[in-house]
Structures are given as structure tokens and as C-alpha cells.
């Protein structure tokens, strides 16, 4: 009785699973053609002086309007399209779409400096037509590379050398590197004094942890540390509380981005916000 209703159970399971994988492959088949039929759409989110509330930069975050499955969030089809190779594509969008958009909005009184950030994955840094396809990009849209920072997962670059050149390469052109997530790969510490960065990004888990304890804080602080002993800025992710802020501030973390301030939206929302509330964050 209990052997075959745990058959039972594992022949459903099996039935959910090869559903699943069967949606996989139909959405990676259709991911192609998602970037030329307009269904990629780029959302930002403000990154913020902490002490001001003050935007800074946007970070573009995609989202796939799938006609028939409604919204598709990017952990759902990155790592398919990373698979397929359609990142390429999919990434080369994001970066033309947010540079044109913040071009535009350099142009609003007091925002000449906003900065655009934009993530790169581990397939667009290994594909050598990178560094060319970026300066047409820049050229096309106007935007300057000092006002472009690219964002890369430390898992993207470590012990590569390759990887390595075209990140100063890209960096000789004045665009800055930010590491995403940092502090969730596993080679973090090992690499990165080699590694050509200017950002860390604290990722989000570090700033959920923090309660006014030294424990919870403990990890926040050694990553802000470590970001002025190497002259790096740190960009603390995922803020959603005025505490969260204030602890970051007082470990001397300058800025952040998180739903505290405002979460991702789409371009003409943002612009409605920032011109109805230029402090976000409730000041
Ligand atoms: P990420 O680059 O680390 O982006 C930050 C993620 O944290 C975003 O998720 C954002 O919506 C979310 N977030 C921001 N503030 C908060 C907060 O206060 N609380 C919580 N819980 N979450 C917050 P999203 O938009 O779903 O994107 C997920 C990931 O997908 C991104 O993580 C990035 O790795 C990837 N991604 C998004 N757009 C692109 C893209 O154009 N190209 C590539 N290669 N990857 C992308
Ligand atoms: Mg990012
Ligand atoms: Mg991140
Ligand atoms: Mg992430």
C-alpha cells in the first residue's frame, strides 16, 4: 500500500516535471523571436544616494510580456536564453533601449549625470564581438561611457583570463564594472584584487539580514570594508526598510537601490515619480 502510493506520488511528480521541462523548451524556442516582436519590454529601478534619496542611476531590469503567459520575470528566461545563446541578442536590446533612455532623461533639469547600469551575462562577456557592439551602441544613442556601468555576476568572470581583458577593455572606454551579487559566488575574496571592478553590489541577502545586531550586520560591514580599502564603491541591494538605510549608512555605504526607495517600473512611471517626488524613500 505505501510502496504504491509512493509510485503514485513519484509518477505525478514525474508528470509535473516533464511538464515543466516541456514549458522550458517551448519558452526557449520562443525566446528568439520574443526581442523582434516587441515583447521584451525594460523597467528601472533607481539607485539612490542613501543620506538624500536622491536618484543617481537606473538599473534596467527585463520583462517578457508573453502574449499568452502574461509577464515573465528574468530569473524564469535569462538562464534559458543564456542557454540558447538568444542572450546575446536579449542583452544587446536592454543596453541600446536603457542607453537612448537615459540620454533622454540627461536632459531634464538637474539629471545631466544620471547613469545607466545594465547586466551583462557570462555569455556576452565571453563573445568577442562584445567590446564593438557596446561602442556602436554608445555611439548610436549618445550616451557617454563614463555614464554606463555594466553589471556582471562574480561567477561571470572569475579565473578567466579572457574575460578579464575584455572587462578592461570595455573599462578603457571609461565604462565602469560592477560586481552583482556580491558575496553569494563562491570565489568572491580569491579574485578580486584581479579583477578589474569599480562597484560591489551587496547583495540583497546581506541587507535583509540587518537588525541592529552585530551579526546581522557583520557580513554588510566586512563588504563595505573591503570596498574603501580597494577604493571601490559599494551599491547596496535590495533596501526595503528606512532602517535597512540607516544601518547601511552609518557602515558607510553612500548608496542603494531597493522597493524601500522604489521598485523596477516602467520608464514613464519612473519619470512621473522622480518629477513628482524628487527624494524617493519617504524623506
Ligand atoms: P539583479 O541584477 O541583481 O537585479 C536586482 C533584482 O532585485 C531585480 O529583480 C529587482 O527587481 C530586485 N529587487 C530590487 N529591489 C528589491 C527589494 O527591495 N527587495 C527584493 N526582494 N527584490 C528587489 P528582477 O528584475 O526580477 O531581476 C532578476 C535578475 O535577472 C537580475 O538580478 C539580473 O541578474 C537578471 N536580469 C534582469 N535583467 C537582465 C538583463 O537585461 N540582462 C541580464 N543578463 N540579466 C538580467
Ligand atoms: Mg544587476
Ligand atoms: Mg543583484
Ligand atoms: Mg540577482
Not at 560592477?178 to 541587507?207: H, M, N, W
Not at 564603491?233 to 548608496?255: F, H, K, N, S, W
Request: proline fraction near 5%; glycine fraction near 10%; include cysteine.
Amino acid at each position: 500500500q505505501a510502496k504504491r502510493r509512493g509510485g503514485h506520488r513519484y509518477e505525478r511528480w514525474t508528470e509535473g516535471f516533464e511538464d515543466l521541462a516541456a514549458t522550458e523548451s517551448v519558452l526557449a524556442g520562443e525566446l528568439g523571436g520574443a526581442v523582434g516582436s516587441g515583447q521584451l519590454r525594460v523597467f528601472y529601478q533607481p539607485i539612490v544616494t542613501l543620506a538624500t534619496g536622491e536618484p543617481v542611476a537606473v538599473e534596467a531590469l527585463v520583462r517578457w510580456h508573453h502574449p499568452e503567459r502574461g509577464l515573465i520575470p528574468p530569473d524564469r528566461f535569462i538562464p534559458l536564453a543564456e542557454q540558447t545563446g538568444a542572450i546575446e541578442k536579449i542583452g544587446l536590446f536592454v543596453l541600446e533601449e536603457a542607453a537612448r533612455q537615459v540620454v533622454a532623461w540627461q536632459r531634464l533639469p538637474g539629471r545631466a549625470h544620471l547613469r545607466a547600469g545594465v547586466n551583462l551575462s557570462p555569455r556576452q562577456l565571453a563573445s568577442p564581438g562584445l567590446v564593438d557592439q557596446v561602442s556602436a551602441i554608445l555611439a548610436r544613442t549618445g550616451l557617454s561611457p563614463h555614464d554606463l556601468v555594466l553589471e556582471l555576476t562574480e561567477s561571470a568572470v572569475a579565473d578567466d583570463g579572457v574575460c578579464v581583458t575584455r572587462l578592461e577593455e570595455l573599462r578603457r572606454l571609461g565604462i565602469r564594472i560592477a560586481l552583482d551579487d556580491f558575496g553569494t559566488g563562491y570565489s568572491s575574496l580569491r579574485y578580486l584584487t584581479r579583477l578589474p571592478v569599480d562597484i560591489l553590489k551587496l547583495d540583497r541577502c546581506f541587507v535583509s539580514e540587518l537588525n541592529g545586531e552585530p551579526e546581522g550586520s557583520a557580513v554588510a560591514e566586512a563588504v563595505i570594508r573591503l570596498s574603501q580599502v580597494l577604493h571601490l564603491d559599494t551599491v547596496a541591494e535590495g533596501i526595503e526598510t528606512a532602517a535597512q538605510a540607516t544601518e547601511l549608512t552609518l557602515l558607510g555605504c553612500r548608496t542603494g537601490q531597493g522597493y524601500h526607495y522604489a521598485r523596477p517600473m516602467p520608464a514613464a512611471e519612473l519619470e512621473e515619480l522622480i518629477h513628482t517626488s524628487p527624494a524617493l524613500g519617504g524623506r
